[in-house]
């Protein structure tokens, strides 16, 4: 699964740390198996006045090792209609009693092991009254089945129906042992309105029309795997097939993106072969196929055979010329076919053997398809998320202890963990790395595993230990905080290099490349960084331009160097040439603008091969000093006007906006016009500043046709500065149908700004109850975070200021009036 806002939430909002222990946290054992699923075969009905589905269930079960007379299933807020224990042709009513959350049944007879049983259950699963069934307020955010716009009151959004299995709520529609450790064989007859598309895992084998105008769709999946990957996705859907060694690959989309679908996910076929060849095994599943879901509750699923992606995934042409931003996803989600679906973690405490891969595989296509700065890139930007989180650094990546299962879904589970495994792949090597893969696979195939053995695979091939490796990284938490320092003895010719570890954890074990650069030639050093202090010191016949410490720029930790100079940092970005290891250089220059030096370096980096080096450059950029203006003045334009990234050209134009020049305004209007939305975006967000009466103007204008991402950011915004009520229905209207998302929580702090000004109380109110369904909206997973920074920060906001206003405003009364509004909305 992928979550989304996760890099947002940890930058805006205060953190509060706590510390992992058993005195705030329950010790969660990996799940009991008592009894042992085996095969699921349903019957479903979907009733979209009620959103409640009507199910017939036979699962086949067997004792795991000791004889049983009953057994225990998740059946979450459900109406149980009949239980019977089915033989042959002939099902007999069963003793059961229900509490609304588990459901006990009474056997016919006692069963041994490798003896097999099947019940019968019929049932009503009622997701949205699951409180009322029964259901916890902890699962009330987990519907497990979801009836999107289900009477089709709503004229802009389609009528669909979804499932979220992940982490236990397969079991709110179809009752089952909900438990990841557990995993069967699967039947699913979906009776659906013959207009809509169905989806399910495995293969669609049959359908039938039925004389009601449905039709019943029949999907087998022959091949084991966990309850939470069960899936049911109906539609309106338009699939768009493609082929990978004769096994069906297909995208259900809405119709109108069907003629981007290939697009959007067409480097899948390509995903997979890649995949195969780094794990050495072969896609295991009869087919793929991706689906879009609105109001979707997460970034995506890996449901088996049937990934789920927010409709975020559903880019239009226009959108895709600044780049895919879903593609890193589409690996995510596939990868886990391998790791989350063939070998699963055996309970969400071992989540890491799960999500840490699906988050590397990132790093791992990126690098694959578009060379080694974009995997390193997507490495570094998943380390900072992690490294900026003080509370996820002080939680084990494979921990025991947690109040809920949804706590594991975090920064360490996905960001650390997949950083974790980058630093193992480099200490490996990548041969024995893929054949440790290759070997926990295979040893683990259509079964579950936790972090000791994927040790034990990485420790077979390698025939290395690594218990330290695993002791550190993967049962402990934190991670090095390290001050080196460099000092070169020209008496003795030796370079010196001492590394403090400051971290309060123990001191972390650290095989580390350093790098030294004299007369023109690089000498490697492995070493191992073992001690909160320790001096390595080396031969160098004379000064060396540079001391690289983690010459691979792998190594997961917070790091200052003294006695860096600039010279060094400038010579590291013309010779050490790793995507870091000129971040690093760009940055430092960034921080050194008074030098002429310094400044020549970043106007070099201006042209950097790597796009997303230019853009950081750009924005690394000081042009309120002269001296910088002047130096990169015809760079900028040059990337404004042809760069062939558009969003680097964005980046240009936005930099342009600090030259009062007549023809860069001529291109900022022109660019408005930009078949980029990232462009169009950037060129009316400095038109805004330029002048803003035009920039309204133009997004009057193009606020009647479509605009999405940036431009649609920057036609709000240029509504929300003129503060005019006869736009409060389009910035609405367009922040509504916003899926969850960064661009989403961007546009609230610029709609709270909106609503200061304006006097008309309906309007506020309209922006107001924008905001608060935006925050009862939020998947539990973000609310802890998100919900008190609505309320304490925007709504609070807009309530002072017009407490202010009230104090000079012959309108006292109408303001008066928002006031009380928004309070009892905080309330």
Known sequence: MRNILRLLVILMLPVVVFAQSATDSVYQAVPEKINDLVHTKLEARFDYEKSYMYGKVWITLTPHFYSVDSVTLDAKGMDIKAVGIVKGTVTAPAKYTYDGQKLYIKLDKAYQRGQQYKVYIAYTAKPEELEKGGGSAAIKDN??????????????????????????????????????????????????????????????????????????????????????????????????????????????????????????????????????????????????????????????????????????????????????????????????????????????????????????????????????DAGDAENYENMQQYLHSAADARKDLVRFYYKDKEDMF????????????????????????????????????????????????????????????????????????????????????????????????????????????????????????????????????????????????????????????????????????????????????????????????????????????????????????????????????????????????????MALGAYDKQIYTDMIRRSVNDSSYSVAGAALTVLSNIDSAAAYSDAKRLSQSTAKGKLSQAISNAFTMAGREEDVDYVMNLYNKLPLSDEKFELSQMIAYYAIQLKNTDKVKKIVDGLVSFREDLPSIYKNNLAPYINNVLLKSIANQKMALKNVSPDAAALQQQIDYINEKIK
């Open 143 to 372: 519907k497990g089945i979801y009836f999107i716009n289900p009477k089709g009151e709503d004229k802009d959004k389609p009528t669909q129906i979804w499932t979220q299995g992940e982490t236990e709520s397969t079991s709110v529609w179809c009752p089952t042992i909900d438990k990841p450790n557990q995993k069967c064989t699967q039947e699913f007859f979906l009776i659906v309105p013959s207009k809509y598309v169905s989806l399910s895992n495995g293969k669609l084998l049959q359908q039938q029309k039925n004389a009601d105008g449905t039709r019943t769709d029949y999907w087998k999946m022959d091949l084991p795997h966990s309850p939470y990957l069960f899936f049911i996705g109906i539609g309106d859907y338009a699939i768009v097939k493609d082929m990978y060694k004769g096994k069906e690959v297909s995208y259900y989309v809405e119709k109108e993106y069907a003629a981007v679908a290939k697009k959007i996910f067409g480097n899948t076929p390509e995903m997979i072969s890649f995949f195969e060849k780094l794990t050495g095994v072969n896609y295991p599943w009869p087919k793929y196929a991706q689906m879009t879901a609105r109001d979707y509750v997460s970034g995506a699923m890996e449901n088996t055979t049937a990934t789920l992606h927010q409709e975020s995934a559903q880019q239009d042409s226009r959108q895709l010329l600044d780049g895919n931003e879903w593609e890193s996803t589409i690996a995510h989600e596939l990868f886990h076919h391998w790791f989350g679906d063939y070998v699963t973690a055996k309970s969400w405490s071992n989540l890491t053997v799960n999500e840490s891969f699906a988050n590397f595989s990132q790093v791992l296509w990126d690098e694959y398809k578009y060379g080694k």
């Open 410 to 653: 975090d920064l360490v589970s996905y960001q650390k963990g997949g950083r974790i495994l980058n630093m193992l792949r480099n200490f490996l090597g990548e041969e024995a790395f893929y054949k440790g893969l290759n070997l926990y696979l295979n040893t683990y195939k259509f079964g579950n595993a936790d972090a000791n053995q994927l040790r034990l695979a990485f420790e077979e091939i390698s025939g290395k230990d690594l218990n330290w490796f695993f002791n550190q990284w993967y049962f402990s938490n934190g991670h090095p905080k390290l001050n080196i320092t460099y000092s070169y003895d020209s008496g003795n010719k030796t370079a010196t290099v001492n590394v403090k570890q400051t971290q309060s954890n123990p001191a972390f074990t650290l095989p580390v490349a350093i790098d030294i650069y004299a007369d023109g030639k690089k000498v490697r050093h492995d070493v191992w960084v073992t001690e909160k202090d320790q001096t390595f010191t080396f031969p160098s016949v004379s000064q060396p331009d540079l001391i690289n410490f983690d010459g691979d720029k792998i190594l997961l930790s917070e790091k200052t160097e003294a006695g860096k100079s600039l010279a060094n940092y400038i010579f590291q970005y013309k010779n050490a040439g790793a995507y870091v290891d000129r971040r690093e250089a760009i940055a430092a220059c960034a921080a050194a603008q008074d030098s002429a030096a310094a400044i020549e370096l970043l106007k070099t980096a201006l042209r950097d091969k790597y796009f997303g080096l230019r853009s950081f450059a750009i924005n690394s950029l000081d042009l309120k000093k002269d001296a910088v203006k002047q130096a990169v003045e015809t760079t900028i334009f040059d990337l404004a006007k042809g760069d062939v990234k558009p969003t680097v050209k964005a980046d240009a134009l």
